[in-house]
């Protein structure tokens, strides 16, 4: 079955609790919300892509969690950006120091924050440059790394807060940087 991207122009600014209620309602979507208050909704990924996102969130869990350095989130996760956008990344870090206390008592609730750092995994169905604007995006309201993984094209391009862009080669190994510290993969094994 082929699905695509339904935009969804609101006559109203839909509010974090309708945006929870419509999710919950409709298990089988994921919706964000962008700047300008319009949803998009996303159909479940294949198994290829669903694989990968799983993959790209365990080596990122398993890293951050063995370093004590904060918290991981699933592409589950809606986050209010400063922009009032609701996103949801593929896998998303934040330092702990960043997490404000309760923030996990509060579970149907967004996170009001920008992540520290991104995954975005390209689907077959995805367009590249509304990833590239979705990851330019991010960097605008404070995330300082995001990591856009193109397997079509077999790369990645790294997106930081400085504004630089770096495209890497399928055998490259990606870093955490500052913002991950210690945190590398090899990119192939997310392709």
Known sequence: MNSKKVKVQSLYTVTDEELMLMSSQNPELQFERNADGT????????????????????????????????????????????????????????????????????????????????????????????????????????VKLGWLIECQNQQALVYRLDGSITQYPATAILSGEDVVPGFTLLLAKLL
């Open 39 to 142: 949803l998009e909704t996303m159909p479940p990924t294949g198994g290829i892509s669903g694989n990968r996102e799983i993959k790209a969130g365990a080596y990122l869990l398993n890293w951050v969690e063995n370093q004590d350095l904060g918290e991981v989130f699933s592409s589950s996760t809606g986050f209010r950006l400063p922009n009032a956008a609701v996103r949801s990344p593929d896998a998303a870090f934040v330092a702990k120091e960043r997490l404000s206390e309760g923030w996990d008592e509060q579970e149907d609730k967004f996170l009001n924050l920008a992540p520290d750092f991104v995954i975005e995994i390209r689907s077959k169905n995805d367009s590249l440059e509304k990833l590239k604007a979705k990851m330019e995006e991010y960097i605008a309201n404070g």
